[in-house]
């Protein structure tokens, strides 16, 4: 059942930042890339705007696994999961966001969270690693104001700049410290205005989804991590590729994979291979409408592969027999599938329990934009 996060309407959480010390260990790292600053707040004094998505990218490579996963996992399951009540899914890659100031070019458009892919079950974790207020922070709107300017801004048709005029009258900052976060739902209305305040502000966010929840474009088991139990991760035990038969795999048969053009399928295979230096011997793209996979099929019992390399588990057949049947004789045969946007492989019986409790863990494909 769809739900709004009324418990995320804009609500502030105090967290114990001794046990979790987000902002000092974020603060190492951007020191350890030589930026000489003894608080995140004066970072504006030492970068190269032109060097910020390099740190900010850098930065969040290192918080998909280790200890600031640990941390951030361990805070959500002491003080999210009891708001919610059920089980969470945690947004892989979070966001690291940097407002330097007297930089009116570098701001975030007033927004919500339906409006770029997220569904109504997913909320916001919004945690700022240095002091945020006034002009440096988030802007941000409350939940039944936020509906009636979104069927406004949809109505009237508005423009970006009107709705940035229209959204400021009623925006008000998140004037939070390290410690605390604020909580909101993928219908509040928020964004970035200049900031004036004469220091940087930084801060990190991850989204949450619910079991059985709307995710609308942020599928389970990529942009959220189901059970780290699994063996998702940045890193797949190494094998030796040279001597294996490795087959990429493309199909658009799934309500996931249908909107993916096999060029964009390819791309991303691409930057996998070449992240581990895997070479595949050829392609095989199924037949368009037949979901038994046929295909994929002869690649596992004929074309003796070791490894098969697809772009997702969402395009195995979404059909439960037709998926035990492919998986049976990807382990009959001894074939690796390897499933890319998430960080998935299966080699074993343990490796399918988890892609099939990832791909249970929500089946709500429903949308909260209206068509």
Request: glycine share 6%; proline share 5%.
């Amino acid at each position: 059942m769809i739900t709004e996060f009324d418990q995320f309407n804009v609500g502030t959480l105090e967290y114990d930042l001794d046990r979790y010390p987000l902002d000092q260990w974020v603060l190492k790292r951007v020191q350890e890339r030589g930026y000489e600053i003894d608080n995140l707040n004066r970072l504006h004094e030492v970068l190269d705007v032109r060097d910020m998505p390099a740190l900010t990218k850098g930065l969040i490579k290192e918080t998909v696994t280790g200890e600031f996963r640990d941390m951030i996992e361990s805070l959500i399951d002491e003080y999210i999961c009891p708001i919610l009540n059920t089980d969470l899914a945690i947004q892989r890659f979070p966001n690291i966001r940097i407002v330097l100031p007297d930089r009116p070019d570098m701001i975030l458009p007033f927004h919500q969270g339906i409006w770029v892919g997220n569904g109504l079950n997913i909320g916001t974790v919004w945690l700022p690693l240095s002091p945020a207020f006034d002009t440096n922070s988030m802007q941000i709107i409350d939940l039944e104001t936020s509906k009636k300017l979104t069927i406004n801004a949809t109505e009237g048709r508005w423009s970006r700049e009107r709705m940035q005029d229209e959204f400021m009258k009623h925006a008000k900052p998140a004037n939070l410290n390290p410690g605390q976060a604020c909580l909101f739902s993928q219908a509040n209305i928020h964004g970035n205005i200049p900031n004036e305040t004469g220091i940087t502000r930084m801060s990190i966010d991850y989204r949450v989804l619910e079991r059985d929840g709307q995710f609308h474009r942020k599928i389970p088991g990529g942009y959220f991590v189901v059970n780290e139990t699994g063996n998702a991760g940045m890193d797949i035990e190494p094998i030796n590729y040279p001597d294996r038969v490795i087959i990429s795999y493309n199909e658009n048969n799934t309500r996931i994979t249908q909107g993916i053009p096999i060029y964009l399928q390819r791309l991303a295979m691409r930057d996998y291979c070449l992240d581990r230096d895997i070479q595949f011997r050829y392609e095989q793209v199924e037949l368009e409408g037949l979901k038994h996979c046929p295909i994929l099929m002869g690649v596992l019992e004929h074309d003796q592969a070791d490894d098969v390399i697809l772009f997702s588990i969402y395009a195995l057949p979404e059909d439960p027999d037709y998926r035990k049947d492919i998986l049976d004789a990807a382990l009959e045969n001894g074939v690796v599938l390897h499933f890319i946007n998430e960080l998935e492989v299966m080699q074993n019986e343990a490796d399918r329990e988890h892609i099939e409790e990832v791909l249970g863990f929500s089946r709500n494909f429903s949308s909260p934009v209206a068509a």
